[in-house]
């Protein structure tokens, strides 16, 4: 026990869980993307798509493991940020961001922190505010459709989006580097995975609210 709190403790220990945690969201990310797709297929298909995920039993325990990840994603980017700040010899690196940096990498202490107020903003118009809602008249794509096809839903998601991009262009990577797994002869193979999923991203959950807005 004693080792295990010392490992996270330490430089590689704290990697090594952003590394895990991030990995893990980038899954969550993949699939609430694929999920959210059922919009285009219109409010019914999605609004179906919804219920079979909240009428689960196992949800609530999904949604704790969920919000575990966010916390200790958080909690040790943060302090690792920190930590390299204070520390002389890393002064001019980030941790976040290893190998050659980028503007992605070297964006990743904003990026991160961007992320986390849209996500507060997310769960309140999503997750939150549908407890206030009487269950007869609940219908979680109009209060979507509602929300991106107005112009400040629309500006803060299709934003938030590109900054998702961002942040997952340069994470990806960064996580196999911290597990020590960028072998040289993957690495080139590591780049465009993550990159191609960055990508993916944004077109996948930016696409919503600009079909939303400009077309639906
Ligand atoms: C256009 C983009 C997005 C749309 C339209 C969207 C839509 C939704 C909706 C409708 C819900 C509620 C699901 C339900 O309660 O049944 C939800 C939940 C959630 N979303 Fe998103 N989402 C988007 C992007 C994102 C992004 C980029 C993140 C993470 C950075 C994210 C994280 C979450 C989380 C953590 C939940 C709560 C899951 C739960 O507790 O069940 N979403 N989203």
Redesign the pocket.
């Known amino acids: 026990m004693n080792s295990f709190v010392k490992f996270l403790n330490s430089s590689i220990g704290r990697k090594y869980v952003m590394a895990i945690t991030g990995l893990s ?1 980038t899954l ?2 993949l699939v ?2 694929a999920g ?1 797709l059922t ?1 285009y297929f219109g409010a019914d298909a999605f609004n179906e798509y ?1 219920h079979l ?2 009428s689960n039993p196992l ?1 609530p325990l ?2 704790a493991g ?2 575990a990840l ?1 916390v200790v994603h958080i909690l040790f980017a943060v302090f690792l940020t920190t930590k390299n700040k204070s520390s002389r010899t890393d002064k001019y690196r980030s941790d976040l961001g290893m190998g050659a940096k980028s503007f992605a990498s070297t964006t990743m202490w904003i990026t991160g922190p961007l ?1 986390l107020v ?2 507060l903003i ?2 309140w ?3 939150i505010s ?1 407890e206030f809602v009487d269950p007869s008249e609940y219908d ?1 794509a109009a ?2 459709i509602a929300r ?1 096809k107005s112009p400040f839903g629309f500006v803060i ?1 299709s934003l ?2 590109a900054v ?1 991009g961002l942040h997952m262009w340069h994470a990806f990577q960064s996580a196999f580097q911290s597990l020590g797994l960028a072998h040289p002869r993957y690495r080139g193979l590591i780049q465009l995975t993550g990159r191609g999923i960055a990508v993916l ?1 944004v077109v996948g ?2 696409g ?2 600009c079909y939303l807005f400009f077309a639906g």
């Open positions: 969201l969550f990310l609430h993307m959210n919009l919804a995920i909240e949800l999904a949604e969920l919000l966010f992320l849209f996500l997310h769960l118009d999503f997750r549908k979680l209060m979507v991106l998601y938030s989006m998702l991203l959950f930016g919503i609210p």
